[in-house]
């Protein structure tokens, strides 16, 4: 199942559950809706066959949901008695914290095996250097940056560009070196206010006409973006300053080639370590190998931002 927001790589990583269990000679069960759909039995048998054509699609053909039944003991005992009378015997979950927090404690109450699969665009999962969709979404917003810097070029104007990451920096500040933005704001690191109008002005005495800085949603030098164009409109009136909020776009488009190659090895590996008789874990990728983390450490633990990445950050930006 999946569950929770969803990334790009979901699809293929469903395919890849469901041919490495038919591979196995095991039947596979799709759960519509993530957690929801157990609640209410909203199963569909799968086979090899089911799956042909999706590793290229975006989404989940799964479908996806928040549910606040599940958070319920009722809910969870509902749950486990519809997998119980469908013959279910362990359970993948393809999703972030929040889908891995209902699984360990699935687990614990009702001693049920499950193993995850990390999907999520903001790559905010302790035990993987990338999660499903990471990699999709830095490519859909440089593609995203690379046009707006066309039309800031043209008008010299300063773009403030929000994209998502809840309340870590992986996206803004790969995206932000790999399009060559000025600023790089992201929750990791306080820039402030003042520090940031310094530097857009040493950008300017250098002959730079136009700039673009990448805000992550999650930064705390201002309450929003707008609040940070508002003050650089007071204070820089050589700048014409415009704000473009990115959204539900980077979750969206077809995966990249490294998430449908990634997202077939962590299929592969959560279908035969529950074969193994492994439990609550996840599946990530440490060194370019896949590995198991125990679910609650991944929960419960902090993804790194990379601090040599920054300080490359700092330099491209004189």
Not at 29 to 46: C, H, L, P, Q, S
Request: a negative charge.
């Amino acid at each position: 199942m999946t569950s929770g927001g969803d990334a790009p790589g979901m699809n293929a990583a469903i395919r890849s559950v469901v041919r490495t269990c038919a591979f196995h000679e095991i039947e596979c069960v799709g759960i519509y809706r993530g957690y929801e759909g157990m609640i209410e039995g909203d199963f569909k048998a799968m086979n090899a066959r089911s799956v042909k054509g999706i590793i290229n699609k975006g989404g989940t053909v799964l479908k996806s949901a928040r549910s606040k039944t599940f958070r319920t003991a009722e809910g969870r005992q509902q749950a486990y008695e519809k997998l119980t009378e469908a013959n279910i015997d362990a359970l993948v979950t393809i999703g972030g914290d929040g889908t891995f927090t209902g699984a360990m404690i699935f687990n614990k109450e009702f001693d049920f095996p499950v193993i995850g699969i990390p999907g999520t665009i903001d790559n905010d999962i302790y035990g993987t250097s990338h999660t499903l969709g990471y990699d999709t979404a830095l490519n859909t917003v440089v593609d995203a940056i690379d046009k707006i810097r066309d039309t800031a070029s043209s008008h010299n104007r300063l773009f403030f560009v929000e994209v998502m990451g809840r309340d870590v920096g992986h996206i803004a500040l790969n995206v932000g070196v790999g399009a060559g933005a000025e600023e790089i704001l992201i929750p990791e690191e306080d820039l402030g206010l003042d520090r940031l109008l310094e530097s857009l002005r040493r950008s300017k005495q250098s002959g730079k006409s136009s700039s673009i800085v990448v805000v992550a949603e999650g930064d705390k030098i201002g309450k929003n973006v707008f609040e940070l164009k508002d003050y650089v409109d007071e204070n820089m009136s050589e700048y014409e300053v415009r704000v473009s909020v990115l959204g539900h776009m980077q979750r969206g488009g077809s995966p990249s080639c490294f998430d449908r190659v990634l997202a077939s090895r962590m299929g592969v590996k959560a279908v035969e370590s529950l074969l193994e008789g492994k439990t609550n874990y996840m599946v990530g990728l440490i060194s370019d190998k896949i590995e198991l983390t125990p679910l609650d450490k991944a929960v419960k633990g902090k993804s790194e931002i990379n601090m040599e990445l920054l300080r490359v950050s700092d330099i491209m930006s004189t």
